[in-house]
Nanobody
Framework: QVHLVESGGASVQSGGSLRLSCKVS????????LAWFRQAPGKEREGVAA???????SVADSVKARFSISQDHRFTTLFLQMNGLKPEDAAMYYC?????????????????????WGQGTQVTVSS
């Protein structure tokens, strides 16, 4: 059973940076692709970034200039680097896994593709 554990969320001031981590366990690295989602109170969950098993990555246009996604060389940890944080970035951030290699194709439009979710890590941004 694939297990995802997020960490790195914190309270920061506007303009600050955070790096979120998602520890991935019990998975063969090329069986699942990964993505980051976020959900703010009263808003729909949205895909933020994704990474396929072949290394293809995608970041949502709304945050592309400030966020980046990466993975360690052993494929055990997924990262989301967030720079220039704004109050509108405040949300619970989730790591999710989808079986196959279509995370970058679906993270913005089909969250049901992702069948394994972490518990989330909270990001708060004060102005």
């Amino acid at each position: 059973q694939v297990h995802l554990v997020e960490s790195g969320g914190a309270s920061v001031q506007s303009g600050g940076s955070l790096r979120l981590s998602c520890k991935v366990s019990e998975v063969t690295y090329n069986d699942y692709c990964l993505a980051w989602f976020r959900q703010a109170p009263g808003k729909e969950r949205e895909g933020v970034a994704a990474r396929d098993t072949d290394g293809t990555s995608s970041v949502a246009d709304s945050v592309k200039a400030r966020f980046s996604i990466s993975q360690d060389h052993r494929f055990t940890t997924l990262f989301l680097q967030m720079n220039g944080l704004k109050p509108e970035d405040a949300a619970m951030y989730y790591c999710a896994a989808g079986r196959g290699n279509e995370c970058t194709a679906y993270y913005r439009s089909r969250s049901t593709y992702f069948n394994i979710w972490g518990q989330g890590t909270q990001v708060t941004v004060s102005s």
